[in-house]
C-alpha cells in the first residue's frame, strides 16, 4: 500500500533590513512573528544572510522595501530569496512595497538600459515564484515577470483619509496626461466615500531633454478655481514636478492645494521644496522608511501594513487579491 503524508502549510515571513519597522508591523497584523535571520555586511561591502530556523517545506515571504542605498537592499532581498530556495522553501514571494528601478520601464532615448525589466529578471534567478507590490510606476512592469505579481494600490488607504478630511468643492489633479487613471481611482473612492462634486483635471507639463527629476507645469487643463485641488502620484522623489504643479494650481485660483502620494522618496531637496511651497498637506504610505530629517509639520504617514498583511494572507491561503480592491488595483 503507497504510503501517504499530509501535510500542513506554514507561512514564514522574513524581513531584509531596508524597512523592518514596515515589516513587524505587518507580522503583528498577521499574528506572525518574523522569522530569525541574520543579516550582515563584511568590511569589503559583501553581505551575508542565514535563516536561523529550518523554513524547508514552508511558504517564505521575504519582505524587502528598495529604500536607499537602494542597490544594497535589492541585493539582500536576492541573497534572502536564494538562500530560502537552497534551504528547500516550498514557495518564494518577495514582497517590495516600493519596487527600486520601477521608473527605467522603457527607453527613453536610445542606448539606455530597461533598468525594470532587469530586476524582474534578477529576482526570477534568484528563485522568487511570486511579486507583491504596491502602486508600481506603471502597470506594465507586471509583463516583465514570467509569473504571477500581486500588483497592490494604496489608493483605498489614503482616500479613506482623505474623505475624512476634505470639505468643499475638490478637483483631483494628476501631475501628467499619463496620470489620469490614479486620478480617476481617486475621485471614485472619494465619492464612494461620501465627498461630493468631484471634478477631475491635469497638469500639461515640460520634462526638459536629458534630465531626469525636473518637469515643468504649464498649464491646467480642468476646473480648479476656488476649488480644493488634491495632486495625486505614485511617488514623491525630489518633489521638483509636484511643487511646480501645486504653484501652477494656486495661480490658477485653487483654494488650497493637498499632495497624496504612495511612495515617499523625498530624496535631496524635497522637504525644502514641499516645506516652503503652497502646500497645506502631503499625503504618503509607509512603503519606505523616514528619517527624522524627512519629518515636517505637514506630512502626514499611512500605515500600509493592514493591506499588505491581507495580501499575504490571502496569497498563503491560495485567495483573490484582487477582490481586497473590488477588482481596481490594475
Known amino acids: 500500500m503507497p504510503r501517504e503524508l499530509v501535510t500542513k502549510k506554514q507561512m514564514v515571513l522574513a524581513a531584509g533590513r ?149 470639505d468643499g468643492d475638490v478637483t483631483v489633479v494628476a501631475p501628467d496626461a499619463g496620470g489620469g487613471k490614479l486620478a480617476r481611482r481617486y475621485a471614485t473612492r472619494l465619492e464612494g466615500e461620501g465627498s461630493a462634486d468631484i471634478e477631475l483635471a491635469f497638469i500639461d507639463k515640460h520634462r526638459p531633454k536629458g534630465t531626469h527629476n525636473l518637469a515643468v507645469a504649464t498649464e491646467v487643463v480642468g476646473n480648479v478655481s476656488g476649488r480644493t485641488c488634491v495632486l495625486v502620484d505614485d511617488m514623491i522623489d525630489t518633489a521638483g514636478t509636484v511643487v511646480s504643479a501645486a504653484e501652477l494650481l494656486m495661480a490658477r485660483g485653487a483654494r488650497e492645494v493637498i499632495i497624496a502620494a504612495t511612495h515617499g522618496l523625498l530624496s535631496g531637496p524635497a522637504v525644502d521644496r514641499l516645506k516652503n511651497g503652497p502646500v497645506k498637506e502631503v499625503v504618503v504610505t509607509n512603503t519606505l522608511p523616514l528619517s527624522d530629517d524627512k519629518i515636517f509639520d505637514t506630512l502626514r504617514v499611512l500605515s500600509i501594513a493592514p493591506l499588505l498583511a491581507a495580501a499575504i494572507d490571502a496569497v498563503f491561503g491560495d485567495g483573490s487579491v484582487s477582490g481586497l480592491f473590488g477588482g481596481d488595483n490594475f
Do not use: W
Request: charged share 20%.
Open 18 to 166: 531596508g524597512h523592518h519597522e514596515l515589516a513587524e508591523e505587518i507580522g503583528v497584523s498577521l499574528d506572525v512573528p518574523l522569522a530569525q535571520v541574520k543579516l550582515s555586511t563584511f568590511a569589503n561591502g559583501e553581505i551575508y544572510c542565514r535563516f536561523g530556523e529550518s523554513i524547508r517545506g514552508c511558504d517564505v515571504f521575504v519582505i524587502q522595501s528598495h529604500c536607499e542605498p537602494i542597490n544594497d537592499h535589492v541585493m539582500e532581498q536576492l541573497l534572502l530569496i536564494d538562500a530560502a530556495k537552497r534551504a528547500s522553501a516550498k514557495r518564494i514571494t518577495a514582497v517590495c512595497p516600493y519596487y527600486g528601478y520601477s521608473r527605467q520601464d522603457r527607453k527613453a532615448e536610445g542606448r539606455e538600459p530597461i533598468s525594470a525589466r532587469l530586476v524582474a529578471d534578477m529576482l526570477s534567478v534568484a528563485g522568487a515564484d511570486r511579486v507583491v507590490s504596491v502602486d508600481l510606476h506603471t502597470g506594465q512592469i507586471q509583463g516583465f515577470f514570467d509569473f504571477p505579481v500581486d500588483h497592490l494600490t494604496a489608493v483605498p488607504v489614503i482616500a479613506e483619509y482623505l474623505a475624512g478630511t476634505l
